[in-house]
């Protein structure tokens, strides 16, 4: 399950990961700042998912197939899949980074609900220059992979729905876990540990054969739906 050989894209986002470790640990950067700026990659990924979605409606395939609750597959608008994912992420998204904003303090007016304009005050110039750096790996990772590789031709809409999931919440857990470290003066030691646990996560361990498989299960029952 762990993967063989590493890919030039995987040793770019291994160098992109090193920047906001050194800048804590040699540049005296915020280690609260890299953190918001981990919060808001899950926010870059969403967005890149949903063009990705986009172009395979478009240019693919407009129907995919819906796995429902009974377990009886339906093909619904690639538009469908798009919303929802829109809604469940969004949601998914909101939850963890009130929870991160909260635990940090971002919020000292005791208000209930964090302000997301705040973001660019706190961030600072470090924390936008790393995040300016995540959003072009991600957007020329997507473009050559994806866009220039013919990905989106063969990748079914199920697949690329939960893409992001699996990598998105091992991230936010540990960027909660290491908002409570932060609180207690740990910043050095544990975004060390964090972007180690990371990299692990989204590089070495091989999350995309778990959705490879599924992926194929998912192929097989739309087959069988179009010779039925």
């Not at 063989?4 to 920047?19: A, C, G």
């Not at 072009?136 to 220039?148: D, E, K, R, V, W």
């Amino acid at each position: 399950m762990f993967k063989r050989k590493l890919t030039i894209p995987d040793y770019l986002l291994i160098l992109v990961n090193l920047i906001p470790l050194c800048g804590v640990w040699f540049w005296g950067w915020d280690a609260k700042r890299m953190f918001v700026v981990y919060a808001m990659e899950t926010v870059i990924v969403g967005i890149i998912n949903v063009l990705k979605m986009i172009v395979v409606t478009l240019f693919v395939n407009k129907k995919h197939l819906w796995n429902t609750a009974n377990e009886r597959n339906t093909m619904v608008s690639g538009w469908f899949f798009i919303f929802f994912f829109i809604i469940h992420y969004g949601f998914f998204v909101f939850v963890q980074t009130q929870i991160f904003f909260k635990v940090c303090n971002f919020s000292p007016d005791n208000s209930a609900l964090f302000n997301y304009g705040k973001i660019p005050g706190i961030l600072g110039d470090d924390g936008k220059l790393v995040l300016l750096i995540f959003i072009i790996y991600y957007t020329a990772q997507s473009f050559f992979t994806f866009i220039g590789k013919g990905d989106y031709k063969n990748i079914s809409m199920g697949k690329l729905m939960f893409e992001p999931y699996i990598r998105i919440f091992s991230q936010q857990l540990i960027v909660i876990l290491g908002s409570m470290f932060l609180a207690f003066g740990g910043s050095k030691i544990f975004i060390l540990i964090f972007i180690a646990v990371k990299i692990f996560f989204e590089i070495i361990f091989n999350y995309q054969r778990l959705l490879d498989i599924g992926d194929k299960r998912e192929k097989l029952k739309q087959e069988r739906n179009k010779l039925s």
